[in-house]
């Protein structure tokens, strides 16, 4: 954050000098548990979907009932939010635009960010929201993005049809989703 001013930008800035935090317990460091780096995976992917806790446990659940491997039908959830999906496609950049009912999921109007897609379902942006100034300013910062491969995405229509659900080498996020699966196994 440079919050002291001008003297981080030189090597006099204490976040270099010392990479610890201050007092006489800073530079000790202890080993995280078995429980902790489970704790810590579950709250990383947490974090990066934007999820709370409750949520998070019932997709395990669902994860947990569907057959194949726990941890990658997990990841094949979360992948399958509508508001992650609207980002895959880079029509948006945060969920509140998913909330203000810009999008569309075959030609019905969604407002939930949690809401599921499923193969074969259209995602698009609304008629009316296409021609926003702030939509024109997002569709130029990520036109160059990669939309992955079971999304066939469509930019002059700005609509995408979703061709299968994610699969484990889809997600590029670093996650060991098995301590996630032995972290609820408890």
């Known amino acids: 954050l440079f919050l002291k001013g001008d003297r981080c930008y030189t090597d006099k800035c204490a976040v ?64 399958s939010r509508l508001d992650n999906v609207v980002y895959k ?8 635009l998913v909330s203000h009912a810009h999008f569309t999921v075959n030609g019905k109007k969604v407002n939930i960010p949690s809401y599921l897609v499923k193969p074969g379902d259209v995602v698009a942006l609304r008629e009316k929201s296409r021609s926003s100034a702030k939509f024109e300013a997002i569709l130029g910062s990520t036109e160059g993005r990669v939309v992955p491969k079971w999304i066939d995405m469509n930019r002059d229509t700005l609509e995408g049809r979703i061709v299968a659900l994610a699969d484990r080498e889809d997600i590029d996020l670093p996650i060991e989703e098995h301590l996630i699966v032995e972290y609820y196994s408890k």
């Open 89 to 96: 496609m880079g029509l948006a950049v945060s969920r509140q």
């Open 16 to 79: 270099t000098r010392r990479a610890y935090a201050p007092g006489q317990h800073g530079q000790g460091r202890r080993k995280l548990s078995e429980y902790g780096t489970q704790l810590r995976e579950k709250q990383k992917v947490r974090r990066a979907y934007g999820i709370l806790e409750g949520q998070f446990e019932h997709y395990f659940e669902m994860a947990n009932r569907k057959e194949g491997v726990t941890g990658e039908n997990l990841l094949s959830i979360l992948e």
